[in-house]
């Protein structure tokens, strides 16, 4: 018997050497119809033999799919992006697909080329982690399979999005200082618009309403969202004697950036300024005061996420199209 | 005129337009050969007026490129590889090429198919960043432009190799701690074999032979060189009684790993152990105490492979085959 290379086995081929048809072949394979158990060994044996992907084979008979997806992401240099597309990898590469991980850098112009070519690369759906509002027209035109993480689209229709109850935290995050005795915070917000940006603002917001206090137009900051943003904008602050106790960061970056703004300043956390992160990233639990932050479960988004697409790839109903998180408060050194 | 769209346009579309030549076309665009001035500027507004990607079209005609590159990475969640892949892709990017990212958990399976799967959808080179010691057989025959990051290969041939000067960076690690005192130096080292590894291991023995110390067999420990690992195996050294006052962790995860287990026994840092890691990741930059590391330029070494896999692509000779950057002591308060 011939010896075959991997790459150049085909259904037929396998079909040749058992000296059955190729339906039967496939029938083996998707354990779907009628064949005997000598025909089912027979077939195995040169799969087995010839190291024959059946996952593979199987899905691609049955769908003609490339058996590939991509992933939009805006900073893979973040944790928490890096977190959960590690978790979409670590769903679909045993089901057999390729995952394609396409940095964006929050970038519009970025983002519609990868998803220009990722199409042009045949993958069968898009997992997009983005700021981005609109879709780009090329998009629109031929559509397939897409789940949102993190951040929703302005046009809605029938996209489906896994998200932190970023709302949620931002109140739980905001009420943490307010009942540690804070009275001037500080709100440190990315200045890109996004939904989960804005979901965390009004979580802010709520928790002054519920306290009854008043929200203070002068400690609303929106700034670039790194360590080096936080701490330019909050070492400005302290600058111009403009006073805080409390500070919300919208990412552990942003906390960080404070932390060393504050230490600085010889300014004490959290005896005289308290602090809260979100996301809650390594970078959070291992500085120095640990900052309390606000967990998100990277582990579901990504798990809930990759379900999802699989099963819009798989033509599947989507029983939930809007999946919110839950988010937690974990408490640290900072507060 | 009729309004084409974008993705439609060809040469031969111009070139009917600006009625001319395709090769006059080719010509304006490569910017080589003959044509005049109003030649010029009539194909340049038609390719302005259609928003023509100069770039890519001149690429694609010289070189019948797919203009995208994939990029091999053991895990994108250590921000030691992220931001080298980072580098890769501002590299890439504007000069017209897409990066897909692959996330190979550092499994030789994964490795393969990666390989196999970036093939098929035809990248014009790869960027190898990993510890698998031999190549497929499939891209052995069919071989594209590569260059490897951080790890070499066994099998020399004529891949390009750019890493840091690991075996310095293990020399100057455990320099500093025989400098400051240290008797008994453990070396915390990924269990997993890779050239990166062992040149680190030459240079924690160059240290000890410099000093005229004998290296202590107990103290050379192959872990899972992460936080969790390497808290474990300190813990477990702690708990035999087994003496140390130094320790190398071969990369800055295991170094904060290192940190917590010796705060969980109440043993003071620097005062009893002292800690060098290696990367300078920001983790290592923010713990408490800030820790003693080892620099890697992650930008020159993302740039510096994303060159040669350029030079290799458009056929160009390539000097250094073997670029060995340098690596620097970033003292902080763990030494």
Known sequence: ???????????????????????????????????????????????????????MVAKSLRTNKSQSIGVLVPNINNEFFSSVVLEIESYFFPKGYSVFICNTNGDENREKEYLKDLRLKGVDGLIYISGMKSLPDDYLKRKIPMVCIDRQLDINSDIVIVESDNRAGGFLATQELIQKGCKNILILKSCKESSSSRARFCGYKDAFAAANLPVKENLILNINITVEGAKNAVTHLIEKDIEFDGIFACNDWAAIGSLIALKESKIKVPGQVKIVGFDNISISQYSYPAVTTINQDKKRLGQEASEALLNLIDGNCIVNSHVILPVTLVKRETT
Request: one cysteine or more.
């Open 1 to 55: 018997m011939k010896k075959l290379k991997e790459k150049n086995i085909s259904i037929k081929e396998i079909a040749t050497l058992c000296n059955v048809s190729v339906a039967t072949v496939s029938r083996v394979i998707n354990d779907n119809g009628r064949f005997s158990e000598k025909t089912r060994r027979k077939v195995m044996d040169i799969i087995k033999q010839y190291d024959y992907k059946i996952n």
